[in-house]
């Protein structure tokens, strides 16, 4: 029986679902002390586009590691991407280490009403929107608009600890996965290619959600 290694887990956010979700799905990979701390994301408040999604997740992460000085940092961002047939919003999990390697999953993803398209074009926030026609604040840190979509079968925080243990797929697989990339290259090229898309047609879902 192969024994794990305690660890300091450090989450770049506050937000209980997000902490939770991570403390869950971390046991597999060693006993975990997770805290989350404040960080900055670098992207809007609201993402659009995979890139702009993941590079969020990918700076949280580094983020939080830093400010920690932790083992592991876990970055976790939603966001909404086009696919040409409905918006849709989905969260993306990174996880870096003390080597400066990066892995990345992703959640499920739903669709979203195609009126909701203009305002979140105007990076009006998804969590803003969802209140207003839900009509409940702060959904985002408890079901989610998910949960709220499925009454309850799926929530925010099912979303969230999917995409980090995809996350950890590589990292459970060393043997598998031979080598993953590093934080610099990753953060360059997510950034040259969210600017691209962005430049192409300014703050267009699918500007970002095609790539």
């Known amino acids: 029986m192969t024994t794990q290694q305690a660890c300091l887990v450090a989450v770049g956010s506050t ?3 997000k902490v939770n979700a991570v403390r869950r799905a971390i046991r597999l990979l060693c006993l975990a002390d997770v805290q989350g701390v404040e ?3 670098g ?5 659009l586009g995979a890139h702009e999604i993941v ?3 990918v700076n949280r992460a580094v983020n939080a590691l830093r400010k920690l000085d932790a083992d592991y940092g876990v970055g976790v961002e939603a966001g909404v991407v086009e696919t040409g047939v409905e918006p849709l919003e989905l969260q993306a999990a990174a996880i870096v280490d ?4 990066v892995s990345v999953g992703l959640s499920q993803a739903f669709p979203l009403p195609r009126d ?4 979140l074009n105007n990076r009006v926030e998804l969590g803003t929107i969802a209140a207003r026609i839900t009509g409940r604040k702060g959904i985002g840190e408890k079901l989610g608009l998910i949960g709220y979509l499925t009454a309850g079968l799926v929530t925010r925080t099912d979303l969230t600890y999917n995409a980090v243990v995809m996350a950890l797929v ?3 697989n060393p043997g598998l996965y031979k080598s993953l990339p590093r934080i610099g290259e990753v953060i360059e090229k997510l950034g040259r290619e969210s600017r691209a898309y962005s430049q192409a047609s300014p703050n267009s879902i699918t500007a970002g959600g095609e790539g």
Request: charged fraction near 20%.
């Open 98 to 101: 003390r080597e400066g390697y």
């Open 43 to 47: 992207v809007p408040p609201q993402p």
């Open 15 to 17: 937000n209980p679902v």
């Open 170 to 172: 590589p990292r459970l």
């Open 55 to 57: 590079l969020g997740a």
């Open 39 to 41: 960080v900055d994301s």
């Open 116 to 119: 909701w398209i203009s305002e």
